[in-house]
């Protein structure tokens, strides 16, 4: 059930809304979530560099724990975007995927490197995020919306074949905490 949902919203706004490449960075926000840690799943599985921003420090640790390449902790680290360029050499992330929204949509835009974008999935913390217009139109960055309901039927088959042959090869994995996680 969750590759039918969670995991092909990830797979989507990785391979359709955007475009990554291997060694691409890519943000992802509420990455303890479903859509969240489906999103560093996959973008893992197609050889992306992930950074998982999360809520406390436990999450954090359960993001690392499920494959994130480094974890931010919001709940004790104010400064997305520095944090991100600290990790990154300077340079800031490819992409961003967003299902929290609201407030974090702004951070994650600075956290990005020019011509950089943020995917919206999602709106757990709010519908209407405010964004700084010159950090768009100095560093030429895009924020664009993804939703699953919106493909076409043909399109969702193709991906879901996609997602199956990255679980049947053991790249993504399903289920809970790390000792009891599920490879399918």
Do not use: C
């Given at each position: ?6 995991y ?12 990554i ?14 859509v ?14 992930t ?43 490819d ?35 405010a ?5 768009i ?6 924020i ?5 309901h ?14 199956v ?11 809970g ?6 490879y399918?």
């Amino acid at each position: 059930a969750t590759l039918s949902v969670n995991y092909l919203t990830a797979y989507r706004a990785l391979t359709n809304a955007v475009d990554i490449k291997a060694g691409d960075v890519v943000v992802v926000s509420g990455a303890s979530g479903a859509v969240g840690g489906a999103t560093l799943q996959v973008a893992r599985a197609l050889g992306a560099r992930t950074i998982a921003l999360t809520s406390s420090a436990d999450k954090a640790t359960r993001a690392l724990k499920g494959g994130a390449d480094a974890a931010i902790d919001l709940s004790s680290e104010p400064d997305v975007a520095q944090r991100v360029r600290d990790l990154t050499a300077g340079v800031g992330a490819d992409w961003a995927i967003d299902p929290v929204g609201g407030a974090l949509t702004n951070q994650l835009l600075h956290a990005l490197r020019p011509r950089g974008t943020v995917v919206s999935v999602g709106f757990t913390g709010g519908m209407q995020p405010a964004f700084d217009a010159f950090e768009i139109i100095a560093g030429e960055k895009r924020i664009v919306g993804y939703s699953l309901h919106r493909e076409r039927d043909e399109d969702l088959v193709a991906a879901q074949r996609a997602l199956v042959a990255l679980a049947g090869a053991g790249r993504i994995k399903t289920g809970g905490d790390e000792d009891s996680r599920v490879y399918i």
